[in-house]
């Protein structure tokens, strides 16, 4: 492209000089129009309008302050040997421009003089600076893409984050409303089918029977009220305590009204308080246990619950001798058993659920005091 530039200039005066610079004025000018786009490309075709220019001895042009401006662009969006590469160009222009000026046959110089000295640190002034803004706005660019992608990725990490809280918040309201809905409802269906059975033979016992399934439903619906109490956001919240291991006794009584026989103690006395989490977990142990017997270990079966404790922490044991095998299905919603496990393991303690050795089924549980 430059050669024919060239060769059309010498083709002839007048029209085709005034042509010819008009034709590099065109080509280092309306390139930049797509510089952001194609920087490499549109460097090629600027720098190959002005070393074609060079062929005018001592001519200027005004779209030659392109130089610069696209220098900048190179340094800005270009990659990292083209902006080094574009620099070195700029310079090498810088000195080929002087000479272009001062050289010999311009102006009667044939040696170096302070006006070349000056044209050159001008222009290489130029396109210093040039380079080094566009490399201060490409710098700048890039830690601003940096804190972008940094603040992009935290967005991210927050909403996993709280796509996990609002998991693991419906895994332990689950829980909860297993263990509720399941204890209550074992002693509601137990009862119910005892009175249906003892109406016939003793109206009093049925009567009896019917205010333990009351009780169970009202108690049953008092703390369901009270789980679900903390999903609003109102002032009406009800803040009455959940049960903790001094309601123990409570479960145990519902049991032996239930018609279990249930035998209760409690061994030692605590080296400090449990956290409030850690009560409630060791209660709900004890409720899913004894929810258990009802519903497997069969009629006039026994069953110990002991509490003890330790200078390491509380352990806890429900055994019956009740079928037992029937215990071991854990099935269905996963909230059982299984839950008992990832409740206790939330409080670095261990629990184990299995056949008895002397029959029936036994559950074992531990959790250790809280760290100070």
Not at 34 to 61: D, E, K, M, N, S
Not at 312 to 341: F, K, N
Request: glycine share 10%.
């Amino acid at each position: 492209m430059c050669t024919g530039v060239a060769l059309a200039m010498g083709a002839g005066d007048g029209m085709g000089f005034a042509l010819s610079l008009f034709a590099i004025a065109i080509l280092q000018s309306a390139p930049l129009m797509v510089r952001r786009r194609y920087p490499w490309g549109v460097t090629i075709v600027v720098a190959c309008a002005h070393l074609t220019q060079l062929f005018f001895q001592g001519f200027f042009l005004p779209s030659q302050l392109s130089v610069p401006l696209l220098i900048y662009t190179m340094a800005v969006y270009g990659k990292r040997w083209q902006s080094f590469a574009t620099l070195g160009v700029g310079l090498l222009g810088a000195i080929l421009a002087t000479f272009n000026i001062f050289g010999p046959g311009s102006y009667g110089q044939a040696t170096l003089s302070f006006d070349m000295i000056i044209s050159f640190v001008g222009l290489s002034l130029v396109v210093t600076l040039a380079w080094t803004f566009g490399d201060l706005a490409r710098s700048r660019r890039q830690t601003l893409n940096a804190l972008r992608a940094h603040a992009q990725r935290l967005e991210n990490e927050r909403l996993i984050e709280r796509e996990l809280a609002a998991s693991d918040e419906r895994n332990h309201i689950a829980r909860e409303m297993h263990d509720i809905v399941a204890h209550s409802l074992s002693v509601i269906i137990t009862q119910a089918d005892g009175a249906r059975y003892a109406a016939a033979q003793d109206p009093n016992i049925a009567v009896e029977t019917l205010k333990t399934v009351s009780d169970a439903g009202r108690s049953s619906l008092r703390e369901m009220r009270r789980l679900l109490g903390v999903l609003r956001t109102d002032e009406e919240v009800d803040h009455r305590p959940l049960p903790t291991l001094e309601n123990i006794p409570d479960l145990v009584e519902t049991a032996l009204r239930s018609g279990l026989e249930v035998y209760f103690q409690v061994k030692g006395s605590p080296r400090r308080q449990l956290p409030t989490g850690a009560e409630l977990t060791a209660y709900r142990c004890v409720q899913e246990a004894l929810t258990n017997v009802m519903k497997h270990a069969g009629p006039r079966s026994t069953t110990n619950v002991t509490l003890s404790w330790t200078n390491r922490g509380i352990e806890m044991s429900v055994i019956d001798d009740g079928r037992g095998a029937g215990s071991l299905g854990i099935a269905g919603t996963g909230q059982g058993l299984r839950g008992l496990h990832e409740r206790v393991s939330l409080y670095d303690g261990t629990s184990t659920a299995a056949p008895h050795p002397g029959g029936g089924f036994a559950v074992s549980v531990f959790i250790p005091y809280s760290e100070d």
